[in-house]
């Protein structure tokens, strides 16, 4: 479960000096997120709208706060996991009238926002945060669900250089690589682009496989071909979307667990918002949106790598 | 100029067992591999319809030929890397009436044609040349200029496993990765597979870095971030599209040398062609084959990651 040997043996010495925590969020994502900060000695305080989700936490050591004002109330430093772009606005910036977390918050307290949600939201709440001399952090991760449980993320930290100092020590124990990306949105900025590019490799890949395939070609023997030539991408290193070509990859077990393709469409929608917004043309990043979107209509909840299916059905079965 | 030390030291003890060679096609290819042949000890006879390409090789130690047919007529192995499928038709099967090369050869002969072509083409001549007795491979190669003259092609090739055998050692003077696709025809389509794949992945990184550096990215930081996430591909690691990134890399160099937009452009052609004809859908690349297109109109002698300039024309200056 990905708990570090560092952390634990610097547990006893160094929990007086680790911040309290508020955990907003404890989805698939928040919750293994939220159990590896405990794990690592960090004194955490969790709010979800899900009592199931708080009560797994509570048995692993969190309390469990009936509002974010709540979990925040004696944290030095917030962290949220959330769906949407709507949910991280409601949370810090308040809907209704009714005050937002930020407001409630002391100086110099730390937010750190890991919902992947347009740019112009973080540096909308970013801003505001400022105002009220609070540290905001756009941090959205990529890795899924394994690399929260195994504690190797990677997160990508826009926001300042002093704040993202702070952070980097709490982050480093919900994942592996860190990176500071630029000034507030350029986290969900640079996730976006990856993601985007991510689409493009895995739907051109599958395409690429397909055309060989019914050209007569083994899958393994041109995936292998490819990977060894300048069509090397992280697809073909480790998320063959043919079945049977890798081992221990979605395509080889029905396309069940991974990421989901309409988690992919919900990037590539993000991108498109953001190069719409921003007057970038993206032709490439566009089909790989369409194609998604036409296949999501059937197959949302099966992994990314279920394009393939678009060329050759049979790989479902 | 990439000679090996295996084959210089094994020269004196190894000549009388290598096969005299015919080499045709002397152009930025294929007179750099015929080189590498001469250092490795091989007995060469060369025919180019250039003069200044047969001399250059004759001065490296080759017996020019005043035709195809000449240049074989004491070889046991034939290579060829010529421009397009109608020039290794009109080779070997011949034009006009006239009977070509592979009317020409005793039975038993090895050829191996290197030039990039349709795997339609490649199938027809194998086709022919099994009739007469004849073992023939496509070998195309990916690597450029540059790993023609170090002598680090890659040989993807297509024909029975003997004469892939027999063929594989005298490739190995001149490429470094050396794959047997399949039977005759693969060689071909899994080079256009791997090329198709490789201009989809140099248009979407080149999208991708741009929609971040208009974003506020700055595109190394960017660059690194995506090189160390799902988005890492072979452009990211070795051939970066977007000036200043990396050194030694075109895009550094005003998009001098490499491999020309134009070139990238044929081969895409080729794989929608094989689409076609095969039934196939390949929406990435076909978006990728309609961005060079209009790429190449202005810009067809520039390296193939200039599409970047598509997005930001200042890249050019």
Redesign the interface.
């Known amino acids: 479960m990905g708990t570090k040997d560092s952390d634990l043996s610097n547990k006893a010495s160094n929990d007086a000096a680790k911040p309290n925590i508020a955990f907003i969020g404890l989805g698939n994502m928040g919750a293994p997120m939220a159990e590896n900060l405990l794990k690592a000695g960090y004194a955490l305080s969790v709010y979800d709208l899900s009592e199931e989700a708080t009560q797994r936490l509570q048995q692993a050591g969190a309390s469990v706060a009936d509002s974010p004002k709540d979990a925040a109330s004696n944290a030095q430093v917030v962290i949220s996991m959330l769906p949407a772009g709507k949910h991280v606005h409601s949370v810090y910036l308040g809907e209704n009238g009714a005050a937002g977390l930020l407001a409630e918050l002391p100086k110099g307290t730390l937010v750190i926002d890991s919902s992947t949600i347009a740019?112009a939201d973080a540096r909308m709440v970013a801003e505001s945060a400022s105002k009220l001399g609070i540290d905001f952090l756009d941090a959205p991760v990529?890795g899924g669900t394994g690399g929260a449980i195994a504690g190797t993320l990677?997160f990508?930290v826009g926001g300042s250089a002093d704040a993202f100092a702070k952070a980097e020590p709490i982050l480093a124990v919900m994942g592996k690589?860190i990176?500071h990306?630029?000034?507030h949105?350029?986290g969900q900025?640079?996730k976006?682009?990856?993601?985007?590019?991510?689409g493009?490799?895995m739907?051109?890949?599958a395409?690429?496989?397909?055309?060989?395939v019914?050209?007569?070609?083994?899958p393994k023997?041109?995936s292998?071909?490819?990977l060894?030539?300048?069509?090397?991408?992280?697809t073909l290193?480790v998320?063959n979307p043919y079945p049977q070509v890798m081992e221990n990859v979605p395509s080889s077990n029905g396309y069940k667990g991974g990421f989901m393709s309409k988690l992919m469409q919900k990037d590539l929608n993000l991108?498109m918002q953001?190069?719409k917004d921003?007057?970038?043309?993206?032709?490439?990043?566009a089909?790989?949106t369409?194609?998604y979107a036409a296949h999501t209509v059937e197959n949302g909840d099966r992994d990314f790598s279920s394009i393939m299916a678009?060329?050759d059905s049979s790989v479902l079965s």
């Open positions: 740019a990529s990677t990508i690589n990176f990306a630029g000034n949105g350029a900025v640079a976006i682009c990856n993601n985007m590019l991510l493009i490799l739907a051109g890949t395409e690429a496989i397909n055309l060989g019914k050209n007569g070609l083994d023997v041109l292998d071909i490819m060894q030539s300048s069509g090397r991408n992280w290193e998320y991108a953001t190069a921003t007057d970038v043309e993206t032709p490439m990043g089909k790989a369409e194609l678009r060329h």
